[in-house]
C-alpha cells in the first residue's frame, strides 16, 4: 500500500492516457474546486466535490471529507456532523498514508484513550521530519493524556 506515502499524493495521474490517470487527473480537479467553494463559504458544495474526487482515490479529499463531517477545524458548526462517515473517508485515507488523517482519527477517537493512543502513535511512526506540524501535534496530544492520567 501507501504507508510510506506521508503526503497522500501518490502518481496515479502522471502520465496521462487511457486507464487511471484521467481518474486522478478529475479527482484532483473536482478537489481544486472544493477549494474554491469553501474559500467562498459554500460549505456544502464543498463537502460534495470532496466526497466526488474521495471515491476517485484522492486521499487528500478524502481527509477533506472526513474534517467536513466530523466539523473539525475550519469546518466546526457549518455542516451538521456525520461521525460514521467522517471516520469512513479518514480511514481510507489513512489507509493511503495521509498522516493528517491519522491524526483525526487520534481526535475523534479520544473518548477511547487505547485507540486515540494508538491513532496518534501510527502519526509518529511515519517517515519523514520528526518536526512536522502533525507530528507535534500527536506527541502534544499523547502528553495531554498522560496529564490527565489516561
Known sequence: GGEGNAGGE????????????????????LRARAERA????????????YESAAAGGDAEAMYQAGRALAGLGEWE????????RAKAWLK?????GHIGAMLAMGHL???SVPTARAWYE?????PGPEDTP???AA???????????R
Not at 17 to 26: C, N, Q
Not at 77 to 84: A, H, I, S, V
Not at 92 to 96: E, S, T
Not at 122 to 126: C, E, G, H, N, T
Request: hydrophobic share 30%.
Open 38 to 49: 469553501k474559500a467562498r463559504g459554500k460549505w456544502s458544495e464543498a463537502l460534495r466535490l
Open 139 to 149: 506527541r502534544e496530544a499523547l502528553a495531554g493524556l498522560e496529564r490527565e492520567g
Open 77 to 84: 458548526g457549518k455542516l451538521p456532523r456525520d461521525l460514521g
Open 134 to 136: 502533525q507530528k507535534q
Open 122 to 126: 501510527k502519526v509518529l511512526r511515519q
Open 92 to 96: 481510507r485515507a489513512d489507509r493511503q
Open 10 to 29: 501518490g502518481n496515479a495521474g502522471v502520465g496521462g492516457g487511457a486507464g487511471g490517470g484521467g481518474a486522478a487527473a478529475s479527482s484532483e480537479a
Open 109 to 111: 477517537t479520544r473518548s
